[in-house]
Nanobody
Framework: VQLQASGGGLVQGGGSLRLSCAAS????????IGWFRQVPGKEREAVSC????????YYVDSVKGRFTISRDNAKNTVYLQMNSLKSEDTAVYYC??????????????????WGKGTQVTVSS
């Protein structure tokens, strides 16, 4: 499985960004996909995951009501729409995939494949 994350950048606080994760090399319908983030000196944190079958969704509490994850099976892509961004959202964001899996796989060791990160910087 190859994962290509894009869409990061620099944005002012309160602004929005949309991250994209394009997957290839495996049947997209069999992948649970998640977004994780990491800042230097801290553990990688699960931000949101979307399951492969029934589109069940997990969000970490700190992003609920601000971030929306979605998947487009026709384009083999998962999106993370990030609104009302805060300085504490600044991090490198990674997309990850687990073959089969569910939202209960939404933690670092629960994922099988990782893409390269994309930097999100929110200025205050």
């Amino acid at each position: 499985v190859q994962l290509q994350a894009s869409g990061g950048g620099l944005v002012q606080g309160g602004g929005s960004l949309r991250l994209s994760c394009a997957a290839s090399g495996f049947s997209f319908h069999d992948l649970t996909i998640g977004w994780f983030r990491q800042v230097p000196g801290k553990e990688r944190e699960a931000v949101s995951c979307i399951s492969r079958v029934d589109n069940r969704i997990y969000y970490v509490d700190s992003v609920k009501g601000r971030f929306t994850i979605s998947r487009d099976n026709a384009k083999n892509t998962v999106y993370l729409q990030m609104n009302s961004l805060k300085s504490e959202d600044t991090a490198v964001y990674y997309c990850a995939a687990r073959v089969k899996g569910s939202i209960y796989s939404c933690y670092s060791f629960g994922m099988d494949y990782w893409g390269k990160g994309t930097q999100v910087t929110v200025s205050s």
